[in-house]
């Protein structure tokens, strides 16, 4: 199993930055990468993005597209969510997940941290 710990959510006002911070341990070698995902209050939990632990594979949601960087440091096991432009759209709670090897699934996730955008 693996342990999973989000940081780097706040409060900023719209345009501003933030960098969420995902941090992986445990059986990590079982995983093939993570994923960001957010939930807004009264809606669904929906993907962010995605990146696996070679770097090859990286996708976005289109609405963060140019917006949103993510990053890994594989020494770490951290993966990073570099958020430029927020909009108050982008509020929500934000949660790391990883994706194991065999089941090909999000398995383990973070405890998720907040982040609220003013307008």
């Known amino acids: 199993q693996v342990q999973l710990v989000e940081s780097g959510g706040g409060l900023v006002q719209a345009g501003g930055s933030l960098r969420l911070s995902c941090t992986a341990s445990?059986?990590?070698?079982?995983?093939?990468?993570i994923g960001w995902f957010r939930q807004a209050p009264g809606k669904e939990r929906g993907f962010v993005a995605s990146?696996?632990?070679?770097?090859?594979?990286?996708y976005y949601t289109n609405s963060v597209k140019g917006r949103f960087t993510i990053s890994r440091d594989n020494a770490n096991y951290t993966v990073y969510l570099q958020m430029n432009s927020l909009k108050p759209g982008d509020t929500a709670l934000y949660y790391c997940?990883?994706?194991?090897?065999?089941?090909?699934?999000?398995?383990?996730w973070g405890q998720g941290t907040q982040v609220t955008v003013s307008s």
């Open positions: 445990g059986r990590t070698s079982s995983t093939v990468g």
């Open positions: 997940a990883a994706r194991y090897r065999e089941s090909g699934s999000y398995d383990s």
């Open positions: 990146i696996d632990w070679t770097g090859d594979r990286i």
